[in-house]
Structure formats: structure tokens, C-alpha cells
């Protein structure tokens, strides 16, 4: 096993870069890749970095030549032949070929587009532009390099033994997680943490504490690299990505209402069984359940990323029964901001009336609360999101209006159009 502190107090970053591979990425990035390279290959967009945490001023605490050195770095990666021949040759969600001939092809001749990085009231303007295809497989590695660099600035004050109990204490935070996340009887629990996490080898760490800890309650990870070289399960399915940009590209009120379902029914073609996950929130849940097609109650399930998680879910509950379905026999996947006392509390509630199972994100690959003093290492809340498509403005509502995304006349249409009332504002952590 890697001793993480002597690594990271003697660290050269072209030894330990931050992204080491382009498949250094979330499983779903990868799915939704595919899908948009068949569907909306040529959709130009713009991604954009968003700190939500405005007290973490991260231009005046990571350098900007680190920056740019580990942003070009990404650029110079391509799939190794190993990689390509997990994926063309891997099995996934019980599918052989999850990946087609023709978008390997080009997945293994793609060179990430430019980016272009600006410093502004103490923060990084960090954008990338292009082809919806390329652009989108920034988004992890951006974050995951500005989250490490944060960290890395942070540990480079410390001496090599402050680094090693550092370490020593962080491993035991989470081993006492994964003790009581253990006595949870039919716990399905899987590793999401890849965007915020720590840095990638503690990712790894964690990952092999909940294998060894969890056993089959460990259902696999969201990095597709760790997924690969632990021989795991690879996890994930689609993003609020599809949504915004969909409606972005529609020409009226009327095409923007239909949006949510056109992403349903291009996901529907290609996917089946587990994959067929609705992610309802993007403009609002409530509403998006009471417009869907009936051809949707068929999906296996439904992930659940923002507003009250048990809320969520006993609004998912009502609407299968209203449609005739059996919520017993329906997964229901919880992933917003996650730590144990929540996946305690939702799996009691709801045992034996879902298929419930938790992705598990940034309390799992980058809790140091407590450890650092001035909380210098606790988690913020980083995204790097699309915010243009074909020159128009996209919008994020969500159920947490805290996390609401767009211009503002642009948030009041789409409240209109998917007619969205009052929601309850929550604190967002990460």
C-alpha cells in the first residue's frame, strides 16, 4: 500500500500529477460522452468554473503556474492501450461493448481542447470552449486539479510529521465511518467522490478501505482509473449536463418544456436496467414528475441530488404508485452531500420500501474537518458547470434554489415554464 505522507511531503508533481489519465474521470462523464458524441456531436458549448465557497479565495492560494502546468498536463494525455481495451472489452452494468467502435475510435484520438485561465477578485475564471464532446471532459479533471492544488498549498506549510499524523487521523475518521456504515444491514453504498476529492491517491486509499471494510455492501466507484486497476465496478449514470444543454438549444417555451424528456427518450435508446436512472431535479422534481411520460415509470430508478432527500423520495414513492408501479421494486440512489448519520437515517426510513443506495462523494474522498487548524483543509463547494450552448445562456434550477444557475431573467422564464413554486432554500456544503 502507498505511504500517502512520505509521498505527498516528497511529492514532484510529474511523479504524482494530479490527473494521471483521461479515463481519471466519472464513469458517467464517459456514458454521457458517448450519447452526445451520437446525438449532438457538433453543439458548441462553454463550460465555466463556479466557487460557491466565495470565503475560499483560491488565486491568492494556488499558484498559477502550478495551475497551468497540471491544466497542460491534461492536455497531453491520451488513452493508453490498456485503457481502450477496458473499455471495448470490459463488461458494465452487465453489458459487453458498453462503449461503441465508433466513439472509442475517436475517444482514443482526442486531445482536450484549450482552456483559457484569468485571475478576478481573488478567484480563477477558468473556461473552456468547444465541441460539446470535448469541452464536457473537462469538467472533472478541472475541479479535481483546483481541489488538490487547495490542498497541496495547505500541506506545504506542515512539517513531514505533522503530514504523517495528519494522515494517521484521517484514515482513522474514515475507518470509524466505514465501521458504522458496516452495521447497516443491506447497505448498497457506492464511491462518487472523484470531483472534490483530496487528491487521487487518497481517493485510491478510501476506495480500498471500503472494499476491505464493506465487502459486498461496496458496490464500486465512480473513477473509472481505480475501477480499472482494483477491479471494481465502474458507477454512474447521467448528470443535470444533458438537461441544461438540451434546453438551452430549445426555440420556444414550448420545445424548453419538452427538453427534460427529449434527454429521457435519446437515454432510453441506448440504456437499459440500471442505467435507466432518472435524475428529475435539474428544473425542478415536482414538476417533472407530474409531466412525465408513462413510459418512464418502466426506468429502474431515480437519483436523488438536491432539496430534502427524504422529501425527494417520498414524492418519487407517490408518483410510482400513482402510475400503477411498486416503489418496493424501484432504486432509489441518494447523492447530495452524504455523510454517515444521513445514509443511517434515509436507509432506516426507507428500508424495504425502496431499492435504496447511496453515493457516497466528497465526506468520503476529502473529510479532514478537524484536522487542520482554521479548518484550512475542510471541503468547499467547487463545480465547473455548462453555462452556454450554441451562444444561449444555460439554467440550472434544482430543488435548492441555492444552487440555482443562469442569468436571472433567464431563471424566471424557466420557473414559468416548468412551473416551479416556492422551494426552501438549504445550505450547500459541498
Not at 261 to 276: Q, T
Request: with cysteine; hydrophobic share 40%.
Amino acid at each position: 500500500m502507498v505511504d500517502i505522507a512520505t509521498r505527498v511531503h516528497n511529492h514532484k508533481w510529474k511523479i504524482d500529477p494530479i490527473v494521471r489519465s483521461l479515463i481519471d474521470t466519472d464513469f458517467y462523464k464517459l456514458l454521457m460522452c458517448q450519447s452526445i458524441f451520437r446525438n449532438k456531436p457538433d453543439t458548441q458549448v462553454k463550460f465555466s468554473l463556479i466557487n460557491r465557497t466565495k470565503t475560499i479565495r483560491l488565486a491568492e492560494l494556488v499558484d498559477e503556474g502550478e495551475l497551468r502546468q497540471q491544466l497542460d498536463h491534461v492536455r497531453s494525455l491520451r488513452l493508453t492501450r490498456g485503457e481502450s481495451t477496458w473499455l471495448r472489452g470490459n463488461t458494465f452494468y452487465g453489458k459487453r461493448q458498453m462503449f461503441r467502435p465508433d466513439f472509442m475510435e475517436w475517444f482514443e484520438n482526442l486531445e482536450l481542447p484549450p482552456y483559457q485561465l484569468e485571475k478576478k477578485d481573488g478567484q480563477y475564471e477558468l473556461t473552456f470552449e468547444g465541441s460539446w464532446p470535448e469541452v464536457m471532459l473537462w469538467e472533472i479533471p478541472a475541479l479535481a486539479i483546483l481541489v488538490e492544488l487547495r490542498s497541496r498549498a495547505v500541506l506545504e506549510r506542515l512539517g513531514r510529521f505533522e503530514i504523517q499524523v495528519l494522515y494517521a487521523r484521517g484514515m482513522t475518521k474514515l475507518w470509524e465511518k466505514i465501521e458504522r456504515l458496516k452495521q447497516i444491514p443491506d447497505l448498497k453504498i457506492a464511491d462518487f467522490g472523484t470531483r472534490r476529492r483530496h487528491s487521487f491517491l487518497w481517493q485510491d486509499w478510501c476506495v480500498q478501505a471500503m472494499l476491505e471494510g464493506l465487502g459486498d455492501k461496496f458496490l464500486g466507484t465512480s473513477n473509472c482509473l481505480i475501477a480499472m486497476r482494483r477491479e471494481v465496478e465502474a458507477i454512474g449514470t447521467n448528470a443535470h449536463e444533458l438537461p441544461m444543454v438540451y434546453a438551452a438549444l430549445a426555440n420556444d417555451d414550448a420545445e424548453l418544456a419538452q427538453a427534460p424528456y427529449r434527454v429521457m427518450a435519446d437515454w432510453h435508446e441506448e440504456h437499459d436496467g440500471n442505467l435507466r436512472v432518472m435524475l428529475p431535479d435539474t428544473f425542478g422534481t415536482t414538476g417533472f414528475l407530474e409531466r412525465a411520460p408513462n413510459w418512464l415509470t418502466t426506468w429502474t430508478g431515480i437519483r436523488i441530488d438536491s432539496g430534502d432527500p427524504a422529501q425527494a423520495a417520498e414524492r418519487a414513492i407517490a408518483w410510482w404508485e400513482s402510475r400503477g408501479e411498486d416503489p418496493r421494486e424501484k432504486l432509489v440512489i441518494f447523492s447530495d452531500g452524504l455523510d454517515v448519520d444521513k445514509i443511517e437515517e434515509l436507509h432506516h426510513r426507507f428500508r424495504g420500501r425502496v431499492k435504496a443506495s447511496f453515493g457516497w462523494g466528497t465526506m468520503l474522498t476529502n473529510d479532514f474537518r478537524g484536522l487542520v487548524p482554521d479548518g484550512a483543509l475542510d471541503p468547499f463547494s467547487l463545480v465547473c458547470k455548462a453555462v452556454s450552448a450554441n451562444g444561449r445562456p444555460t439554467v440550472k434550477l434544482s430543488d435548492n434554489p441555492n444552487k440555482a444557475l443562469g442569468p436571472k431573467d433567464e431563471i424566471e422564464r424557466y420557473k414559468r415554464v416548468f412551473e416551479v413554486g416556492v422551494q426552501q432554500a438549504q445550505e450547500v456544503k459541498v
